[in-house]
């Protein structure tokens, strides 16, 4: 599950505004080539306004002076509230701001200039108010310190404390709940607290596939109630795919705090702007929870598995009823072991966990880009990682729909490595001219010995008529009009997953193809739809619908597909946009003397979503309110199926799949071969 977005009712920084040209001090003196008023958000475009504008000291000062201004105008009106909420949002807020300037580094620094010694001369209400409201949220004990010493000088003034001043961190913590995919890989952690009566939460994403553990996505919520009922109902959907479990408040300061620095540890982090905004109030939240190590949380040593533990695992695969069909080759075991070792030391120590994101991480970046294989164990690498998932999903205990929905991904992700450039590190150490004249000539020698036969080299397939670059493939693949494709055609997005595995002539036309899939999903052709390239570097459509798009009746599957794990997309409906992953899985000479003249299914999972239904999530919607007879929106969902497309929820299965059903309806699809 993904965080949703904060949406109009929800709490957003919106204190945090421009000072408007009414409320800034008189700038004449300075004559500033800008209005402050209409400052760049991003700072590289802000930092460029202020480069290009060459300006003087005393212009200088005065913008520094304009932005404490803008900076107080966040706290006007948290001064008629009781509750320090508001005002810990805005200093959050005003601290990952001064992160980002600082580039992370030296952020007290940055706190100082920018905002504390301004309000250390101010002797406002506002300004004490900011002091304060930095106090409760800033992230070393020293900064809390020096900040609350600028405070107490404006005490001493006589300055008036904000009504909320006493309250600051008198919080109350709440109940805290994990929702997780069952493979470990993401989490949605929700963090309730009460100031008073008042109950607010804090919600963040943790990814496990990086550093233990990440937090991407963090952000407050007002209504924790409605948060934990989204969690349920989201558990629910998902039987056997998610997991909602009540932990421990120690617990959730661990994978918080751990979370966060990792995220702070982590070059060029991929986190949200909300995650910047909140990340000082969330630790500041942090310190009112149990201590890291409490009663309901086991220290954990970081101590590396050592060697005969991971030749245990490996003995332990091997003796497995999913390992009979591998031979114990020294290929077969050298893949195993490095299998193992990615799961110790790439993956927390937990070399007993298998999941799609980790299988994607371990051959599409690990093995493709940091490993050297030699060819055997490259070869046996994907029957090794098929028995391998197999084998850790039994011991995992994974429910039927995790291993049906692991085992499709591991299949895809097994396809696309084999049909993926080849990368030599080798090569490119070679080619950089770093290494001596002499390491330079023995390399070489090695690798021309390694060179394959030449039967076994891969050639470009260039398209008749030029418009789509041809993929790698090899001598023996069969790419004539005359074969049959295997297609697995996917539904992004869709959990559980919708797909069908169909089989097609490779004549047939992107038009043809567009009329099998429109029947096997049972969509009704009313949007317009396009196809686009390995790659997305070409797009085609209905002549004269699309623009830049290629006339899909030019195009055969054979052309823009040529190879075995080619993978090219469609989409249909750009309101809703239902977007589908096409699959070459199979490459077939035809059976028989005359190749086949239609489409047909072979398998495949679920009803596919009906036309107009608000894309995957609008189906999700849908599917949920007319299963649940006191869903407020029941009966309105249950109106539009009837009468939208005729179909009455006493009838409505969307886990229904029949592929003899859509193989008949494929029989209206004539695929004759121009």
């Known amino acids: 599950m993904s965080l949703r977005r904060r949406g109009k009712g ?113 002797s406002t209400p506002l300004a004490l108010a900011l002091l304060r409201a930095l106090e409760a949220v800033a992230d070393t004990a020293e900064l809390r310190a020096r900040i609350s010493a600028y405070a107490s000088e404006l005490s001493a003034r006589g300055v008036a404390d904000p009504r909320w001043a006493a309250m600051l961190g008198q919080v109350e913590v709440g109940g805290c709940w994990q929702l997780a995919d069952v493979f470990g890989d993401q989490a949605s952690l929700l963090c309730t607290f009460h100031y008073g009566k008042r109950a607010h939460a804090f919600l963040a994403l943790l990814d496990f596939n990086h550093g233990g553990g990440w937090v991407k996505d963090l952000y407050p919520a007002d209504d924790p109630d409605r948060v934990l009922k989204e969690f349920r109902k989201e558990a629910k959907r998902n039987v056997g795919l998610m997991e909602l479990t009540a932990i421990g408040p120690g617990t959730a300061r661990r994978l918080l705090e751990d979370g966060i620095q990792v995220a702070d540890m982590t070059l060029n982090p991929d986190v949200t702007e909300e995650y910047l905004q909140t990340r ?56 195993v072991s490095l299998l193992v070792d990615y799961g110790c030391d790439y993956d927390d120590n937990r070399p007993l966990r298998v999941s799609p994101a980790k299988t994607a991480g371990f051959l599409l970046d690990f093995v493709h880009r940091k490993v050297i294989l030699d060819a055997g164990t490259k070869a046996v690498l994907p029957s090794v990682v098929g028995a391998w998932n197999r084998w850790v999903a039994t011991e995992m205990k994974l429910a039927p729909a995790a291993r049906e929905e692991l085992f499709a991904a591991v299949d895809s992700i097994v396809l696309e490595f084999e049909g993926a450039p080849s990368h030599d590190p080798l090569a490119e150490l070679m080619g950089s001219g770093e290494l ?45 009009p005359d074969a049959v494709y295997q297609l697995k055609i996917s539904l992004r997005g869709a959990r559980p997953p919708i797909w069908r595995r169909l089989r097609v002539p490779a004549y047939v036309t992107l038009a043809q193809l567009h009329e099998v899939i429109q029947v096997a999903f049972g969509w009704d052709d009313s949007h317009l739809h396009a196809f686009y390239s390995p790659g997305n570097l070409l797009r085609f459509g209905a002549p004269g619908m699309l623009d830049d798009a290629e006339d899909e009746n030019g195009v055969r599957l054979f052309e823009i597909a040529p190879d075995a794990r080619a993978k090219f997309a469609y989409t249909y409906d750009f309101g809703d946009d239902w977007e589908h992953q096409i699959l070459v899985e199979d490459i077939q000479e035809s059976v028989g003397s005359e190749p086949i003249t239609h489409a047909e299914c072979v398998t495949g999972r679920r009803a596919a979503p009906v036309d107009d239904s608000g894309g995957i999530w609008g189906w999700e919607a849908i599917c949920e309110a007319v299963a649940d007879p006191s869903h407020p929106d029941h009966e309105d969902r249950v109106e539009w199926l009837d009468g939208a497309h005729g179909i009455d929820a006493a009838d409505f299965d969307p886990a229904h799949f029949s592929a003899a059903d859509i193989t008949r309806a494929l029989r209206s699809v004539p695929l004759p071969k121009a």
């Open 10 to 122: 929800d709490r957003s920084n919106r204190h945090l505004r421009a000072v408007s040209p009414e409320e800034q001090p008189d700038a004449s003196a300075t004559d500033l080539p800008f209005d402050l008023s209409q400052l760049p958000d991003n700072e590289e475009e802000f930092a460029a306004l202020l480069e290009s504008s060459a300006l003087s000291p005393a212009q200088a000062e005065e913008v520094s002076r304009q932005l404490f201004a803008t900076a107080l105008s966040g706290f006007e009106s948290t001064l008629r509230l009781r509750d320090p909420l508001e005002a810990e949002l805005v200093a959050s807020a005003l601290l990952g701001a001064a992160r980002q300037l600082s580039g992370h580094e030296d952020v007290g620094s940055v706190i100082e200039e920018a905002f504390l010694l301004p309000a250390r001369g101010s």
């Open 280 to 335: 000082a109030v969330a630790l500041a939240r942090c310190r009112t929870m149990p201590d890291r190590l409490g009663e309901d949380l086991a220290d954990k040593d970081d101590v590396e598995v050592p060697d005969e533990e991971r030749d245990r695992i490996v003995r332990t695969f091997f003796d497995s009823d999913q390992a009979r069909g591998l031979r114990r080759t020294d290929a077969e075991m050298a893949a």
């Open 436 to 480: 001596p004249p002499e390491l330079a000539q023995v390399f070489a020698a090695l690798s021309a010995d390694d060179q394959p036969a030449p039967a076994t080299r891969g050639r470009k397939r260039a398209s008749k008529r030029g418009k789509v670059s041809g993929a790698t493939r090899t001598e023996s693949s069969p790419a004539g």
